[in-house]
T-cell receptor
Framework: RKEVEQDPGPFNVPEGATVAFNCTYS??????FFWYRQDCRKEPKLLMS???SGNEDGRFTAQLNRASQYISLLIRDSKLSDSATYLC???????????FGGGTRLMVKP | EAQVTQNPRYLITVTGKKLTVTCSQN?????MSWYRQDPGLGLRQIYY???????DKGDVPEGYKVSRKEKRNFPLILESPSPNQTSLYFC????????????FGPGTRLTVL
C-alpha cells in the first residue's frame, strides 16, 4: 500500500465547474500536509499548506481530516489555467522529508 | 531572483559512464534534497541534506551519491549509470522545519542507454 494515495484521474471538467480531489495517507504520525501543483513535467510548486482547521486561498480550499487520514482540495470556478497535476504531499517526521502522492491530473476544457 | 538551478537540463548518456548533475540554490537554505520522478511512481526522494557535511539516504538511494561541501551546492553523482536510472530528476531546497515550502529546480531529464 502506498503511503500517500491519490486518484490519478484525469478529471475532465468544463470551465466554471467545481472539482474536488481527495488524498489518503497511511502514517498516522504525519505532521504537515501540502498541495503542490505541477505543470506538464515542470517542477512542482507549492499551491497551499493544509491546516487542521481547513484553509482557503481564493478559489482553493484545503481540508484535513486526521481521524480518517485524508486531505482534500476543492477548486471552485475552474479556469483553463488550473489544468495541471495536483500532488498531495505529507511530511511525517521532524525533518523535511516529504512523501508525495502520485498526483491527480486535472484538465479544464472550454 | 531566488531560485534553484540544475545542470544539465537534458542528458543522454551510456551505461557505466560516470556523471554529475549539479544543483545550486541562492536562498541560503539549510535543507536540500534530490528526487526522481517516474510515470506511475510519483516523486521519490533519493538523498537529502540537513546542512553542510550532513547527508542521508531517502527512499531510493541505490546507485547514487551526493555531497554537501558548501551550503548552496548539492550535486548528485551517478558513478555507473544504468538504464533503470533513466528518469526526471528534481533538486529542492528549503528552510528547516516541517511546514516550510520546498523550492524545486527546473528538473534534469536523464536518459541512460
Amino acid at each position: 500500500r502506498k503511503e500517500v494515495e491519490q486518484d490519478p484521474g484525469p478529471f475532465n471538467v468544463p470551465e466554471g465547474a467545481t472539482v474536488a480531489f481527495n488524498c489518503t495517507y497511511s502514517n498516522s504520525a504525519s505532521q504537515s500536509f501540502f498541495w503542490y501543483r505541477q505543470d506538464c513535467r515542470k517542477e512542482p510548486k507549492l499551491l497551499m499548506s493544509v491546516y487542521s482547521s481547513g484553509n482557503e486561498d481564493g478559489r482553493f480550499t484545503a481540508q484535513l481530516n486526521r481521524a480518517s487520514q485524508y486531505i482534500s482540495l476543492l477548486i471552485r470556478d475552474s479556469k483553463l489555467s488550473d489544468s495541471a497535476t495536483y500532488l498531495c504531499v505529507v511530511n511525517y517526521n521532524a525533518g523535511n522529508m516529504l512523501t508525495f502522492g502520485g498526483g491527480t491530473r486535472l484538465m479544464v476544457k472550454p | 531572483e531566488a531560485q534553484v538551478t540544475q545542470n544539465p537540463r537534458y542528458l543522454i548518456t551510456v551505461t557505466g559512464k560516470k556523471l554529475t548533475v549539479t544543483c545550486s540554490q541562492n536562498m541560503n537554505h539549510e535543507y536540500m534534497s534530490w528526487y526522481r520522478q517516474d510515470p506511475g511512481l510519483g516523486l521519490r526522494q533519493i538523498y537529502y541534506s540537513m546542512n553542510v557535511e550532513v547527508t542521508d539516504k531517502g527512499d531510493v538511494p541505490e546507485g547514487y551519491k551526493v555531497s554537501r561541501k558548501e551550503k548552496r551546492n548539492f550535486p548528485l553523482i551517478l558513478e555507473s549509470p544504468s538504464p533503470n536510472q533513466t528518469s526526471l530528476y528534481f533538486c529542492a531546497s528549503s528552510l528547516p522545519g516541517t511546514n516550510n515550502e520546498q523550492f524545486f529546480g527546473p528538473g534534469t531529464r536523464l536518459t541512460v542507454l
